[in-house]
């Protein structure tokens, strides 16, 4: 497994993150920042394209319909 800090970083909108490993399948990490950076006004669509997951299923993350558990 690889440690958060050996991870890939990316900018969304000026903001560096942590966490996208350019995998479908995302990380708890990934949720977290996801949802931190809809809260600051990041559109789903252009957070589907970073973390390369659909837009109906990154509304269910941004809006707590799926990984409720984080």
Do not use: C, Y
């Not at 950076?37 to 993350?61: C, Q, T, Y």
């Amino acid at each position: 497994m690889t440690s958060l800090s050996q991870k890939p970083r990316t900018v969304i909108s000026g903001i560096e993150i942590l966490g996208v490993n350019g995998e479908v399948k995302l990380t708890e990490i990934d949720v977290q920042d996801i949802r931190w950076l809809s809260g600051l006004g990041v559109k789903i669509p252009d957070l589907a394209r970073e973390f390369d997951v659909h837009s109906s299923n990154m509304w269910k993350i941004v809006t707590n319909q799926t990984w409720r558990h984080v």
